[in-house]
């Protein structure tokens, strides 16, 4: 069975970076034709997508974030990362890891989520 886990701080202070990591349990996160992605929800908004990394290391972001935005993964741990820098109170949000194809919208597997807010 494949799961999810976010964990980081959910409280960070403007300006600093946001630093979550999602742990995968279930399948390698190097399983061929898999994207690793982070999504995230702000208080009364949709999703945001965020970015991804793929199994064979390749990252995408979403051009809205992609300046202060890194994703990366420590295959032995089967984890991936989100760093997020110069954070402001519009970064609060709920904040997912998931897992689906390249190439289509799809998540086939989610995280909980894990609330972070900025505030000072």
């Known amino acids: 069975q494949v799961r999810l886990q976010e964990s980081g701080p959910g409280l960070v202070k403007p300006s600093q970076t946001l630093s979550l990591t999602c742990t995968v349990s279930?399948?390698?996160?190097?399983?061929?034709?898999?994207?690793w992605s982070w999504i995230r929800q702000p208080p009364g908004k949709g999703p945001e997508w965020m970015g991804r990394i793929c199994f064979d290391g390749i990252t995408g972001y979403s051009p809205s974030l992609k300046s202060r935005t890194s994703i990366s993964r420590d295959t032995s741990k089967n984890q991936f990362s989100l760093q997020m820098n110069s954070v402001t109170p519009e970064d609060t949000a709920v904040y997912y890891c998931?897992?689906?194809?390249?190439?289509?919208?799809?998540?086939?597997?989610w995280g909980q989520g894990t609330q972070v807010t900025v505030s000072s």
């Open positions: 998931a897992t689906g194809p390249p190439g289509v919208v799809r998540y086939d597997y």
């Open positions: 279930g399948v390698p996160i190097t399983t061929t034709d898999q994207c």
